[in-house]
T-cell receptor, first 113, second 111 residues
Framework: EAGVVQSPRYKIIEKKQPVAFWCNPISGHNTLYWYRQNLGQGPELLIRYENEEAVDDSQLPKDRFSAERLKGVDSTLKIQPAELGDSAVYLC???????????FGPGTRLTVL | DAKTTQPNSMESNEEEPVHLPCNHSTISGTDYIHWYRQLPSQGPEYVIHGLTSNVNNRMASLAIAEDRKSSTLILHRATLRDAAVYYCILTGGTSYGKLTFGQGTILTVHP
């Protein structure tokens, strides 16, 4: 069974540029999460989807971050414009339901110069 | 959200058992105890979870104190591949299903 797929794995951009991350969850998983992990810290939830609906986006910085999950499958997380402090690993995870085991992708390491 | 406290780091020798402690003195009756681990340059990986009774699976065992204010993740025979950051997380109530990661315990395994 294929795991959670994320792309790109690495991204280097200059500040003020836009960037987008893509996630393909495990087939059949209706719950999808985006986390941000700063160096030396545990992951922090940014947004959680139940199918197409964002049910928890309280930690998403909405002035520059946006996310979408079209057709309740793939998801895209966007930052525009990026700031130096956005340098981090962005992790996507999925689960069958919100209460079940979460499966994480390998993450996208973003470096903002 | 109920909080957990873990040691910053622990060390073990290969093929020896490892006991990773977690304190959660403010745990509520409906909180589940989850353990995830994160290997270098990878996303976190589910290890085990439990509510009241001790749990065993192919990866580890979870021992939960009778008052549920603490728990211990047990790796029966550590291997070099077990070197990772181990996170103890509570979920329940309004945060059911929501993983709030702390700093975790960095486990070093010596050959």
């Amino acid at each position: 069974e294929a795991g959670v797929v994320q792309s790109p794995r690495y991204k280097i951009i200059e500040k003020k540029q836009p960037v987008a991350f893509w996630c393909n969850p495990i087939s059949g998983h209706n719950t999808l999460y985006w986390y941000r992990q700063n160096l030396g810290q545990g992951p922090e939830l940014l947004i959680r989807y139940e199918n197409e609906e964002a049910v928890d986006d309280s930690q998403l910085p909405k002035d520059r971050f946006s996310a979408e999950r079209l057709k309740g499958v793939d998801s895209t997380l966007k930052i525009q414009p990026a700031e130096l402090g956005d340098s981090a690993v962005y992790l996507c995870a999925s689960s069958l339901q919100e209460v079940n085991e979460q499966f994480f992708g390998p993450g996208t390491r973003l470096t903002v110069l | 959200d109920a909080k957990t406290t873990q040691p910053n780091s622990m060390e073990s020798n290969e093929e020896e058992p490892v006991h990773l402690p977690c304190n959660h003195s403010t745990i509520s009756g409906t909180d589940y105890i989850h353990w995830y681990r994160q290997l270098p340059s990878q996303g976190p990986e589910y290890v085990i979870h439990g509510l009241t009774s001790n749990v065993n699976n192919r990866m580890a065992s979870l021992a939960i104190a009778e008052d549920r204010k603490s728990s211990t993740l047990i790796l029966h025979r550590a291997t070099l591949r077990d070197a990772a950051v181990y996170y103890c997380i509570l979920t329940g109530g309004t945060s059911y299903g929501k993983l709030t990661f702390g700093q975790g315990t960095i486990l070093t395994v010596h050959p």
